[in-house]
């Protein structure tokens, strides 16, 4: 007999709620019997798919055969599983030690589970992880792909934490549901269902105070002033900024307090505030980050240290939004050493850098720097088409209507692909 036929997975499927918890606590099990549910196959076709009998296929999925990691990967290999979502890579890449403890969790994955899920210490731990996967996803797939995935795994934290009210582990559990909305929240802000994104950041916020953790809670809050900015609310932003200051309290890690003040430099720009006000800010931002002399990572939830090439590119922001072209563009030069965001984070920077050109060129009544600003435009509006960003295709209406000057080819170039993208 023939192989059976294997079409590819959407990438909602990886990170649906049984599958991303199967992959976080290596239940090769339940992995292979979600697969088999998703391409509809029976028994004997699943074992046809991966090669082996069906009677082993089916002692597997009892949970009565413990898989060998060389196992695993070349069944994960036959049917599509992909590598990057396993805990070893390719042959060679993983040694010996990594190998029996992969081969012990996998023994342990075979015990057979409760029908009801308990919460204990390892409840908290598997949200985290399954979020975790969820953010790998956003970088190559559109938020309206993830985003089902994302809300049904929002809903099972909230199940959960409801199941672990008067348990040691609420808390824990709570601060992962916290992350969870928070990611819900940036995924809708992306499809730019407002209302809805503003929700999934206030549950972020009740759930990370529900947990007693500050910094998090404060880390939402700034979330929430900058998506409240970026929607043409500086005034509101200003105001969670400062109830995120209270919340983390005098915390000496630099990232929060450095990257609290680049936030309020941009609201205070987008409130056309007084320009010196918005300097000041940047400037406590860059003197924080210089005392800052510790070797340690920043706390969660800030994964990267608040660096000056990131506050580089909020000072280009601030100088896109006070009309200084110049100060803008150079900053934006020297963000650049930062580490390169995603593709729709991408396409927004190039947005603001095309609306820095564009004033500049404006000013200077160069035709050349409007051209280049437009094709720079037209790239940034490319990659939110490709991935079905309503915040980017937004973001670019925004910069168009902006413009008012003289339509040259690379404008109506820019108008047709914008058209286009609206209808």
Not at 213 to 239: I, K, N, R, V
Not at 361 to 366: E, I, V
Request: proline share 5%; net charge neutral.
């Amino acid at each position: 007999m023939g192989q059976a036929e294997t079409r590819h997975l959407p990438p909602e499927f990886w990170s649906s709620p049984a599958v991303a918890t199967a992959l976080a606590s290596c239940d090769f099990a339940t992995l292979l019997e979600e697969i088999r549910r998703a391409h509809g196959w029976t028994q004997k076709e699943l074992a046809l798919a991966v090669g082996y009998s069906q009677s082993w296929v089916s002692n597997v999925l009892r949970r009565q055969q413990v898989l060998t990691v060389d196992q695993v990967r070349e069944i994960s290999h036959r049917i599509g599983v992909p590598v990057h979502l396993l805990r070893f890579g390719d042959p060679g890449g993983d040694d010996p030690t990594k190998r029996r403890d992969f081969g012990k969790a996998m023994a342990l994955a075979l015990v057979p589970l409760p029908t009801r899920a308990a919460v204990d210490e390892t409840t908290a731990p598997a949200l985290t992880a399954i979020t975790g996967a969820q953010r790998r996803l956003d970088a190559t797939t559109s938020a309206r792909e993830l985003s089902r995935g994302v809300v049904a795994h929002v809903e099972m934290a909230n199940r959960l934490l409801a199941r672990a009210a008067r348990t040691p582990f609420a808390a824990d559990v709570a601060a992962a549901g916290s992350e969870a909305a928070g990611f819900a929240a940036w995924l809708h802000a992306d499809m730019y269902d407002i209302g809805t994104a503003r929700a999934y950041y206030r549950m972020a916020i009740n759930r990370a105070r529900r947990a007693g953790h500050d910094l998090l809670a404060g880390y939402m809050l700034g979330s929430l002033a900058a998506f409240e900015t970026d929607g043409d609310d500086p005034e509101l932003g200003l105001a969670l900024l400062a109830e995120a200051r209270d919340q983390i309290g005098a915390t000496p890690h630099a990232a929060p307090r450095a990257w609290l003040d680049a936030i309020e430099a941009l609201s205070l720009a987008a409130a056309r505030r007084d320009r010196e006000d918005a300097g000041h800010a940047l400037a406590r931002a860059a003197k924080t980050i210089d005392k800052d002399r510790r070797s340690e990572p920043p706390p969660w939830p800030w994964v990267f240290p608040f660096d000056h090439a990131k506050l580089a590119g909020y000072r280009a922001l601030v100088a896109v939004r006070l009309t200084r072209p110049a100060d803008a563009l150079a900053a934006f030069a020297e963000s650049l050493s930062a580490t390169q965001p995603a593709p729709k984070q991408r396409a927004l920077v190039m947005l603001e850098v095309a609306a820095a050109a564009c004033q500049d060129g404006t000013a200077r009544r160069d035709s050349d720097r409007i051209d280049e600003a437009f094709r720079l435009g037209c790239e940034a509006l490319g990659v939110g088409v490709t991935y079905s960003s309503e915040r980017v295709i937004e973001r670019a209406r925004r910069f168009r209507r902006d413009y008012v000057g003289h339509a040259t080819s690379y404008v109506r170039e820019f108008d047709d692909q914008l058209r286009a993208a609206l209808l």
